[in-house]
């Protein structure tokens, strides 16, 4: 009897490790649904205290920790923001970075649009929510109505702009006449919203950075 329980308990912890091995998995591919097109990517630049991004090969890696790319540039060679791809393959020392292969002890944060052909029309991509994001109400262009904003919330990228779904069947929705939503006038109110919020949560950085910066001062 004994050992059959014994049995017991090493089954359920062996399904109990493969459930975590599962879990830990999936959270390590979640970078794979975050999606950058060429224009949001230019936000990461490194200035001003933001994270540095770059694309190599449709991959999108977060070099903020690198002391190399402090403030956003490399060797006065490499910007951060942008697909460093011929950068990485043709201009930097294939001895150091290996034809990109240098880049695979960092963080992966996301994948990077397919460029719009020429003459081709730009196609909204479908992300989800950045972490700073969840939690904040938003406004759903399809369905026009306010909501909080989840971790599995669709968000759709359109000409550098995010836009919020309320739920899966939205996408879809918007990707039909995209301008037909982005020039609703509630749609237009929410943008400008937006755009005022982020405008005061820059000037409030500014205000704490230069702060920080002589409370220092005064302490040397």
């Known amino acids: 009897m004994k050992k059959i329980l014994l049995m017991a308990a090493l089954a359920l912890m062996a399904g109990g490790a493969s459930a975590a091995e599962k879990a830990g998995g999936k959270k390590a591919e979640e970078w794979k649904e975050k999606v950058f097109t060429a224009e949001e990517l230019k936000k990461f630049d490194g200035k001003a205290g933001r994270p540095v991004y770059v694309a190599v090969d449709g ?25 460093l ?10 001895a150091i970075h290996k034809k990109g292969a240098i ?51 669709p968000v759709v990228i359109y000409k550098g702009e995010r836009y919020f779904m309320c739920c899966p069947a939205c996408p879809p929705q918007f990707a039909k006449d995209p301008e037909k939503y982005i020039k609703s006038d509630k749609v237009k109110a929410e943008k400008r919203r937006e755009k005022l919020e ?17 409370d220092k001062k005064k302490s040397e």
Not at 85 to 94: G, L, Y
Request: glycine share 8%.
């Open 59 to 83: 991959v999108v890696y977060d070099l903020s920790k690198v002391k190399y790319w402090r403030g956003g540039s490399h060797m006065n060679m490499h910007d951060a923001g942008g697909d």
């Open 85 to 94: 791809s011929d950068d990485i393959k043709n201009r930097a020392p294939e």
């Open 103 to 153: 880049l695979s002890r960092y963080p992966k944060v996301g994948v990077l649009a397919p460029a719009p052909e020429k003459g081709e029309e730009e196609k909204p991509v479908v992300t989800v929510p950045e972490e700073s994001e969840i939690g904040l109400e938003k406004f759903c262009p399809v369905m026009e109505h306010s909501f909080v904003v989840e971790a599995k919330t």
């Open 198 to 214: 982020r405008e005061k949560r820059e000037r409030a950085e500014k205000q704490k950075k230069k702060k920080g910066g002589k």
